[in-house]
């Protein structure tokens, strides 16, 4: 007779940290509505996204306003840190432009890393062209 291996489900501490990865392709057919209430529900529950792909203009200032709406209004919310580093800076050629754009219009901005996450979590996020440094709060 064979033992069964038996999972223990582990429990969530509060001073655990989360990370959830998000497929660009998790947000794509939803409308700006539908985008900025799944995010915000991932950040109300203190997990920093990792968002494959960038958000529009758009929608980045219509999170960043519904996250000030909520200060105050949801005990332990500060807000949002959010920061995008593209690699649009490496085409550098007319036709690598030109390639690169069509790609854009044809399936997204992919070529992107987004992170978003709750400023009690997040201390400060520093971007340069290259790279994003990601600080965090100590629990």
Known sequence: MMAKKVKKKQVKKKDDLT?????YSEIAREDILGRIKKIMGIIL???IIILQGKLKPEEETRLIENSMT???NIPNFAG???????GENEHKTV???LRHNLARILVGEKDAIT????????????????KIELMLQKR
């Open 19 to 23: 990370i959830h990865f998000m497929p």
């Open 70 to 72: 909520l200060i105050g």
């Open 45 to 47: 529950q203190q997990k």
């Open 115 to 130: 992170i978003i996450g709750p400023a009690t979590v997040v201390k400060e996020i520093t971007r340069n062209p290259k």
């Open 95 to 97: 036709f690598n432009r």
């Open 80 to 86: 949002i840190e959010i920061a995008t580093i593209s």
